[in-house]
Nanobody
Framework: QVQPVESGGGLVQAGGSLRLACAAS????????MGWFRQAPGKERELVAC????????YYAASVKGRFTISRDNPKNTVYLQMNSLKREDTADYYC?????????????????WGQGTQVTVSS
């Protein structure tokens, strides 16, 4: 099981940027796809972006495509989410998660374990 610890959230003005990090402990980080999810108040958790184990394949939700970039540093067991041109609707708690990389991409079998998340608040 990969155990994530998210960081980097905060309060930012619309149009600003934040970089989230997820440090993952546990076994075989490099064997898993990693994903960033978010959950806004009163809404269901949604997949924002995910990345294959090698980093060569990425997926973005339509709402963030062109503004967010997911990347990973396998030697550091860390996955990042660079968020640019932030909008108020990006306000949410952000979580990362791991899943085996298979043909269900990007609708992978994400883990039932969720970390504490990191809060992102975008003000107008």
């Amino acid at each position: 099981q990969v155990q994530p610890v998210e960081s980097g959230g905060g309060l930012v003005q619309a149009g600003g940027s934040l970089r989230l990090a997820c440090a993952a402990s546990g076994r075989t980080f490099t064997g898993y796809a990693m994903g960033w999810f978010r959950q806004a108040p009163g809404k269901e958790r949604e997949l924002v972006a995910c990345i294959s184990p090698s980093g060569g394949t990425t997926y973005y939700a339509a709402s963030v495509k062109g503004r967010f970039t997911i990347s990973r540093d396998n030697p550091k067991n860390t996955v990042y989410l660079q968020m640019n041109s932030l909008k108020r609707e990006d306000t949410a708690d952000y979580y990362c998660n791991a899943a085996p990389y298979d043909g269900r991409w990007p609708n992978l079998a994400w883990d039932n374990y969720w970390g504490q998340g990191t809060q992102v608040t975008v003000s107008s």
